[in-house]
């Protein structure tokens, strides 16, 4: 490494150079991609003193300065304003005009601080994007396949919506939206493409605005009636929720509350009940022997009370004259407190006056959620003194029903309507997960059964739903009507990612993770989001053995997959009988299994390469009679498609496992057969058809002047 070369003469002021300085230092602590390669130990001359001297020559100082929106010229123009202000500040004498220098001097000094922070904020930005360049020049080439990854926290928290990139499906949901005074809308496409994340992302962005957000999941397994009664409770929760108000999910204790206050009462009553009874009772016996009493004593027991009442009242009264912090104080205090607590009383108490659509949700949860009994009984008797008894009773009880399923689909599309009008929002109900409650029939039959509470003004219904269901109402121009196309306003299909996407999303959840990378895990997901980003962590663990090089890490990865998947193939033929002919080929799958488990991910070896190669090129066996017709159609399928996942598997290790990669011109032409999204839509061909796959597969490899796996 040379020295760097001199900067001085970018620097007009020492004081520039030290911010600068003192940037490039922060820049070693802050950027994480800048850390995990110096973190590496295998990198000779790439450590902090080379790569500082890097950032200090002077054509990297140049175009660091030059980038942003001009903070650093305009932070020059201030200084020299202010510095000419300063020289003529001290020609001029005392006068007006050194008055006004002096206000204008005190101006270009909180301008130059001003410009300063500016241009100390977009510093950081600019050197960032230095790095990459920096980290070019020091490693030199192989700087785009060397996997170094010192922030994978996006990969760990996959479902946190600040790594969500947007799709560009959404715009087009917006607008469709926008143009909608409510509606249904599809949200279609192949599992793991994001439909869920784009609903979660919805729903946390029409969040407030007076918009009222209900997300739902569907379970696998539904009765119509409960899921409606569901996502009614959901609505009622949500609404209460919106306005301030916790919804009480306790309603079954209030229940058992109230009846253990009214057993109380109960008790009580017919326990003082009886006491008075007693009472009188007993003063109409006792009253002639109680008169006695009272003319045998002097003055009477009424003199006596009196007597004693006034020296009660007496000491009292000298009591509150004489001592007045024991008495008048305390009391005072006492009702400072009860004036202080009025507010938070009646902000508190029940009987404040609700609006009319909260206390419905309230109503609504309780009836919803409990099954009211009432019972009323009457017991009429008379009890002589003598023996035996003569009595009556009747007892009444009183209990609820649930609602109908159709008195239900009323009263929910009354609630959602006078909550639509209610303010100048609007209601987004987010149904998830019906496209994996089973096969498309059983999704059409979830339709047809909550439909009735579809067609709401202001009430969007934003559903996910299987590809198949998608393409339903796609052909719905033709003469053929479903469910589908009268349950459905309009559908929105969201594609797979393009490589250009996949680089976004790994990106911002990968930082540093290049190119060369991206591309590989992207063409292995066929731009599937799940996918992607689960091959993704699987590869960022390779690194830790030992492996950071591209052709080590597109080996281990891929040999690793295609084991896997050779395995879970041989679970399933254990399901299918096969003929005798068919044995070459078993051995070949069991030949392949335990050779990858064996040496997996050893570029050096060709044996495992070999034995794929063979199970590619093994032609299915042919039936030799009617009687021996050999395995179904379903069967003879399966094998073809592990055929072509085998040539996939093998174009993606030649194409990612050479020892000179092709640089990014090379593989940015899109539109030709050896673009790299060829490669993802291949792999997504898998599933329509194996005959397809090898044809694009052949095309590719025709491209890049690639050796054919076919026999």
Known sequence: ????????????????????????????????????????????????????????????????????????????????????????????????????????????????????????????????????????????????????????????????????????????????????????????????????????????????????????????????????????????????????????????????????ILLRIRAAVSFWGRLLVAAALLSLALAPAARAMNRSLDGGVSGWLTRTWDDVWASAVQLWTDHPWLTRVPLALLGV????????????????????????????????????????????????????TVGAGRTTTLSSRTLTFPELVVHFRDLLTRMAKSGNGRVFIVIDEIDRIGTAEEARSLLAEIKAVFGIPNVYFLISVAEDVGADFVRRGLPVRDIIDSSLDDVVHIEPRTLEESHAILQNRVPGLTTPFIALAHCLSGGITRDLIRYTRRMVTIPGTGRNQLPQVAHALLWDELRETLAGFRVLLARADHPADWAQRMDETRLAVLLLQERPGDERTSLARDAVRRLIDTATPSASSAADAGPSLETRRQWDELGAYGDFMLTLLDFFGRENFPTLEDVKDAGTEWDLQRLAEARRELALSPAATRLALKRFREAWRMPDHSA
């Open 1 to 260: 490494m040379n020295d760097p070369e001199p900067a001085k003469a970018v620097w007009n002021r020492f004081d520039d150079e030290l911010i600068y300085r003192d940037a490039v230092d922060r820049l070693h602590a802050e950027d994480t991609v800048l850390r995990g390669y110096l973190a590496q130990q295998h990198m000779t001359g790439v450590d902090e003193r080379h790569v500082t001297a890097e950032f200090h020559r002077e054509h990297v100082v140049a175009e660091v300065l030059a980038s942003g929106y001009g903070e650093f010229e305009e932070y020059q123009d201030a200084v020299e304003q202010r510095d000419h202000a300063v020289a003529a500040y001290g020609r001029t004498g005392l006068s007006i005009r050194r008055l006004l220098l002096l206000i204008w001097l005190v101006t270009l000094r909180w301008q130059v601080s001003f410009v300063r922070r500016q241009w100390r904020t977009s510093l950081s930005a600019a050197l960032a994007a230095q790095v990459g360049p920096v980290l070019r020049r020091l490693i030199g080439e192989d700087h785009n396949t060397l996997l170094v990854t010192p922030d994978i926290l996006g990969l760990v928290e996959v479902h946190d919506l600040r790594y969500v990139v947007p799709h560009r499906e959404q715009e087009n949901l917006d607008a469709k939206m926008e143009l909608m005074a409510g509606g249904t809308i599809a949200i279609s496409g192949p599992r793991g493409v994001g439909k869920s994340t784009l609903l979660r992302d919805l729903a946390e962005k029409r969040r407030g605005d007076s918009n009222l957000v209900v997300p739902v999941e569907i379970p696998s397994a539904y009765v119509p009636q409960e899921f409606l009664l569901s996502l009614f409770q959901r609505v009622c929760e949500q609404f209460l929720a919106m306005h301030g108000r916790a919804p009480d999910s306790s309603f079954v204790f209030l229940v058992k509350l109230r009846k253990h």
């Open 337 to 388: 407190g009860i004036l202080v607590s009025l507010p938070r009383w009646q902000k508190k108490s029940p009987l404040l006056k609700k609006s009319p659509l909260l206390k419905e949700c309230v109503n609504y949860l309780y009836l919803l959620r409990t099954a009211q009994s009432t019972s009323l009984a009457t017991t009429t008797g008379l009890t002589p003194f003598s023996a035996g």
